[in-house]
């Protein structure tokens, strides 16, 4: 079954250390996302790729960084920069990589992020 | 900047009784409409969206969702609530070239009564 896979599905993270969060695809989609999810705050966006070796900042970059040098993977670090990084954080993609705007998104079950 | 509000945090329903979820979003431009559901630790589901043409959209599991462009809301509807429908309702809404792309509202949880 095509879908999008993210793993580790808990992570902690001691003070001043990096992490990355992996996000897999396997629908073929050419724009993938990241999201960070807060209580009572919705989604944000972190980051987004519509192509590859391409990304955009989201709302929220700032201590996090990303690559996408294959179009299946979009890996999401979490940088010692990153103050406040204890979140649920949710990967995307959509079908194409024209007007992302009109595009549903397809989800992972996301990675929950703690710290120690 | 857009924006998109949903009044209610948390409504509580009995199983069997109507419901109705609000959104509302700020932008003037006719944008494209979406409603999501996510069950507890896990990610999201596309229940349905709107683009263009008839303003009442049918998705999946039951449920439709008007659009009113004079009031800029894109309500989500059921007729009979189950209790597997208990999970948080995410509106979300993309404006083409103006921006951000697309915002998601911040959600409303749904409870239901045995």
């Known amino acids: 079954d095509g879908g999008i896979t993210q793993s580790p599905k808990y992570l902690f993270r001691k003070e001043g250390q990096n992490v990355t969060l992996s996000c897999e695809q396997n629908l073929n989609h050419d724009a993938m996302y990241w999201y960070r999810q807060d209580p009572g705050q919705g989604l944000r966006l972190i980051y987004y790729s519509q192509i590859v070796n391409d990304f955009q900042k989201g709302d929220i970059a700032e201590g996090y960084s990303v690559s996408r040098e294959k179009k299946e993977s979009f890996p999401l670090t979490v940088t010692s920069a990153q103050k406040n990084p204890t979140a649920f954080y949710l990967c995307?993609?959509?079908?194409?990589?024209?007007?992302?705007?009109?595009?549903?998104?397809?989800f992972g079950d996301g990675t929950r992020l703690s710290i120690l | 900047a857009q924006s998109v509000t949903q009044p209610d945090i948390h409504i509580t329903v009995s199983e069997g009784a109507s419901l109705e979820l609000r959104c509302n979003y700020s932008?003037?431009?006719?944008?494209?409409l979406f409603w999501y559901v996510q069950s507890p630790g896990q990610g999201l589901q596309l229940l349905l969206k709107?683009?263009?043409?008839?303003?009442l959209v049918q998705g999946i599991k039951g449920f439709e969702a008007e659009f009113k462009r004079s009031q800029s809301s894109f309500n989500l509807r059921k007729p009979s609530v189950h209790w597997s429908d208990a999970a948080e309702y995410f509106c979300a809404v993309g404006w083409h070239n103006y921006g951000q792309n697309f915002v998601f509202g911040p959600g409303t949880r749904l409870s239901v009564l045995p």
């Open positions: 995307a993609s959509s079908i194409d990589d024209r007007d992302i705007s009109n595009q549903p998104q397809h």
């Open positions: 932008y003037g431009a006719t944008p494209y």
């Open positions: 709107y683009f263009s043409g008839d303003t």
